[in-house]
Each structure stands twice: as structure tokens, then as C-alpha cells.
């Protein structure tokens, strides 16, 4: 499998040459070349694997350059029930990802169970395995330089703890956070990760990174890299999860599954339009969008225009506040009929303009031929699904799962199973459930006393220099 780019100017490379890397050289994003296509014979011997082996069937064909019993002891050291259990020991851990009933044809697929609590464990633990054994095989290293607001940093933190190789520098706005967030990445000691709390908002942080790597010459120097989300081994992680929760409730193999996808940067999503392109047989994707409804106003009438930073909202659902969605090029590319320079053009609009708008063809499209819905809810939809889902299931749900069941109820039809995907535990976003319940959520037991364990981080003002100057120290000696 070789790898291009969505705008068309890069030659074909392999898996590991597109792994480190953030943009195609031209400002695109890398996707594979095409998609591996499963007959429903495959499927049908795909459904009874566990996760470890089912992972390995859906991530080898799009990887051809570490060799198979490498990638498969990668991918069996990655998903194991300890890492994907936080201290539960529930029988049902062992499913990695298990899928629970709500009611008849209503579920919840489970993925906030890594270390982090939230699904981007499931990508972020296979790609710090990835990057150190290629990084390892090459004789590299890299520096992830990165700046969150809360659920990116503490993933990628967690799966990069301790890893040869590697070091990582996380920006987070100080005193911003929450409380359980900040311990969740303070509390961390390991050698080669270091908490940058910079006196100012979540934009400055992203604007030193910004900042960064423009730098040429700092960026080489240094061997800046990065894990957000347009990263293509998060992405192909995350197809697996589809599959898994495909078959665990299909009756027979073949028949029709909505999954509902709580959506910020149409990462999560984009895998499950993979896995449909793979041929697994997902009738809708939904993608489910809070106040921050530019995804929303994409699917209805296939008009994107990303928004400023202050026509965004902040939400009860933080990490779906996006002003762009920087996957959404990889489908759009696909919608176009992977036309690069059709797709370029859009994206200069995109880039230099307000953005784009498809005609009526290509919008009709969407929905027709890729499967795809949208909805919108708010701060109130939130509370009101927090309640519904307690009161008549017993079930607590966090504020972007919570946005996930408020469209589910809006696109639900008979006799198609539907899939929630969980996004995140409800103790990240303690507040919102507070206010909900009048209680607080529950606490897996290993993240009892958290807030009381030593915290460590480094205060430096908003400023690209001092943050440079900060890597160049413990780089240099
Ligand atoms: C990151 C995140 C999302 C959004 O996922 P995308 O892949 O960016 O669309 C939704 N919910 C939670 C809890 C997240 O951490």
C-alpha cells in the first residue's frame, strides 16, 4: 500500500515514511492509494476474532513495510485488557471496546476505557508503539511538540510515556484546565514528558506550536514532529473499533448498522467512512455536532465555511469547539472522486477564503452514496440526554456522548441496530454531569485520589522564544 497525498503533489510512499510526518509536502493530507476491499466471506471470518487479531486483519493491508509478526506483537502488546480496563475486571474487558445494550437496537460501544479515559486512547497507545519501533529501526528520534486543552495531550502524553526515542512537549493554557485533566497530565514523572503551562489561552498555545514549526531551521534542528489528529496511524487504528462493533450486533453478516460519532475534527468519523469503503456494511454515519455546527451545516446543504475563532463557542462538550475540521479533506477528496486538483482548489477556498460550496450533485451525494447524516444539539439537548440516559437505562454518559444520543434519537429507525460511540468517561467533565444529575459521576477506582498525587509541570510566558529555548536546554544538555 502506498500512501498520497489529498492535493495530488506527492510522489507514492510507504506506511512508515508517512508515519512521523504531519502534512503532504503540498499542504494536503497522505491517504492511501486505495482502500482494501473485504468480500462478505472475509467479513464473515473477520466476526468471530477477538480485538487483537481483528485489529491486525484491518490494519496489515495498509502496511507494508514492517513486517507482519512485527506489526501483529505491536498490535497485541497495544490492545490488552490492562491497558484498556483502568482497574475494571469485568469479564467483558477482554472485548477491549465492549458494546452495551441500552434497549432493543440501541447501544453504546464502549471506548474510553484506556488509560486517559477518552477514545483517542484507542488510536493514540498503537501509534506510541509504532513511532518508538520506528523510530528504533531508523536510529531517530522526534520531539512532539503539541499544544492541547485537554483529552489530545494527555493521550498522546500517556502513550508516549517512557517510549525510546522520544520526548514530548505538551502547551496547555495554565490554570485553564480542569482539575482532573491538569492532575491527569501533571501527576505524570517520566523522563521524557514535559507539562509547558503557559500563562495565557488554549490559542496562544496553538499559536506557539504554529510558531515552531514555521521555523525551518528550529523545526530540522530539533526534530519537531507532532500526533494530532490528521496523524494516519490514529486514523487507521481507529477503523478497527468499527468493525468490532459491527459485529457485535449484526444479527448476520451483511445486514445494515448506524453508528452515531460525537465529531470535532471528523477524525473518529473519518476512520468509520473508511471501514464503509472497506465494505463493512454501515448503512449511516452520523455525525453528531454541538454548538459549534459547521459540520452540521456541511452535510445538510454542503456548505463549509470554517469559522473564526471568535465565532466559536465555548461548550459543554469542549472537544468537539472546533473552527475547522482538518480531516474532512480526506472524505472530501473521496466525495470528488480523488481528484487532487479539484480538492486543491477547494482547500485554497478554503485556506485564502470563507470556504466552499458543492453543488447540488456532490451534496446529494453525501448522504446518498457515503452514508452520511448529521445532527446538532446544545447545552440544554446535553443535560436533557445526561438524565434520559440515567434515569431509564442506569447508565452515565459524559457531554459529547451525551451529543451523540441526542442525534441517535433524532435518525433512529426500526430494525436497524444502532451504535453510540462512547467518547469519553463523565468524570472528565464532572461540572456538566453535576449539573445534570445533582451528583457526581462515577470514579473508576484507579483514579481515586488523583488530584492528590505531586503534580510537575514548567510555567513560561506566551512566548515562541522561551518555549524554544526551553527544548533547546534539554536537547543541547
Ligand atoms: C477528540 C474528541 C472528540 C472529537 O473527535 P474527532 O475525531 O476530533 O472528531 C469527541 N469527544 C471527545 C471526548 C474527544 O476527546
Known amino acids: 500500500m ?15 515514511e508517512i508515519l512521523l510526518g504531519g502534512l503532504a ?3 494536503g493530507l497522505t491517504i492511501a492509494e486505495s482502500y482494501p476491499q473485504l468480500s462478505t466471506a472475509d467479513l464473515a471470518e473477520m466476526a468471530q476474532l477477538n480485538y487483537r487479531d481483528l485489529a491486525f486483519k484491518v490494519i496489515a493491508p495498509f502496511v507494508d513495510d514492517i513486517p507482519a509478526a512485527d506489526l501483529k506483537a505491536l498490535i497485541d502488546k497495544t490492545y490488552t485488557a490492562a491497558v484498556y480496563c483502568n482497574g475494571r475486571t469485568d469479564s467483558d474487558m477482554e472485548a477491549i471496546t465492549p458494546v452495551r445494550e441500552l ?3 440501541l447501544y453504546i460501544q464502549e471506548l474510553s476505557n484506556g488509560p ?7 488510536a493514540m497507545q498503537l501509534l506510541g508503539n509504532l513511532f518508538e519501533y520506528v523510530l528504533a529501526r531508523e536510529g531517530k528520534e522526534i520531539n512532539i511538540v503539541g499544544a492541547t486543552s485537554g483529552d489530545t495531550g494527555s493521550a498522546a502524553e500517556y502513550a508516549m510515556r517512557g517510549k525510546q526515542g522520544v520526548n514530548v512537549f505538551m502547551l496547555s493554557p495554565h490554570g485553564k484546565m480542569s482539575p482532573f485533566q491538569r492532575a491527569q497530565m501533571m501527576s505524570l514523572q517520566d523522563a521524557n514528558i514535559f507539562n509547558l503551562a503557559i500563562t495565557s489561552m488554549f490559542d496562544d498555545c496553538q499559536d506557539i506550536v504554529k510558531a515552531i514549526n514555521n521555523d525551518a531551521e528550529f523545526k530540522a534542528k530539533y526534530k519537531v514532529g507532532a500526533v494530532n489528529s490528521i496523524n494516519w496511524g490514529r486514523v487507521i487504528a481507529q477503523v478497527v473499533y468499527y468493525f468490532k462493533g459491527y459485529f457485535a450486533v449484526a444479527k448476520q453478516v451483511g445486514d445494515p448498522v448506524d453508528f452515531v460519532v460525537p465529531s ?3 477524525g473518529n468519523v473519518c476512520a468509520g467512512h473508511i471501514a464503509r469503503q472497506m465494505g463493512l456494511p454501515i448503512r449511516k454515519l452520523v455525525v453528531a455536532t454541538n454548538e459549534n455546527d459547521v459540520l452540521d451545516e456541511f452535510f445538510r446543504t454542503g456548505s463549509y465555511r470554517p469559522r473564526g475563532l471568535d465565532q466559536t463557542f465555548e461548550t459543554s462538550s469542549p472537544s468537539m469547539d472546533i473552527t475547522k475540521a482538518s480531516n474532512l479533506e480526506r472524505f472530501v477528496f473521496d466525495l470528488v472522486g480523488r481528484d487532487g486538483a479539484k480538492l486543491a482548489a477547494l482547500w485554497q477556498q478554503v485556506d485564502k477564503g470563507p470556504g466552499f460550496q458543492l453543488s447540488a450533485e456532490e451534496t446529494q451525494r453525501m448522504s446518498e452514496q457515503f452514508g452520511f447524516v448529521s445532527t446538532r444539539s446544545t447545552h440544554a439537548d446535553r443535560l436533557a440526554s445526561i438524565r434520559e440516559v440515567f434515569e431509564k437505562y442506569g447508565v452515565m454518559i459524559d457531554t459529547h456522548t451525551a451529543d451523540g444520543y441526542t442525534g441517535a434519537k433524532q435518525v433512529r429507525e426500526a430494525g436497524v441496530p444502532l451504535v453510540i460511540l462512547e467518547t469519553a468517561l463523565p468524570i472528565k467533565f464532572e461540572a456538566t454531569v453535576r449539573e445534570a444529575l445533582g451528583r457526581d459521576p462515577d470514579r473508576p477506582a484507579s483514579f481515586v485520589g488523583l488530584e492528590d498525587l505531586p503534580q510537575r509541570c514548567e510555567v513560561l510566558p506566551a512566548d515562541a522564544e522561551a518555549v524554544k529555548a526551553f527544548i533547546r536546554k534539554l536537547i543541547d544538555g
Open 25 to 27: 509536502p503540498d499542504g
Open 116 to 122: 486517559t479515559l477518552a477514545f483517542k486512547d484507542m
Open 103 to 105: 434497549e432493543a437496537g
Open 264 to 266: 470535532g475534527n471528523f
Open 2 to 16: 502506498k500512501y498520497i497525498s489529498t492535493r495530488g503533489g506527492m510522489p507514492p510512499k510507504s506506511f512508515c
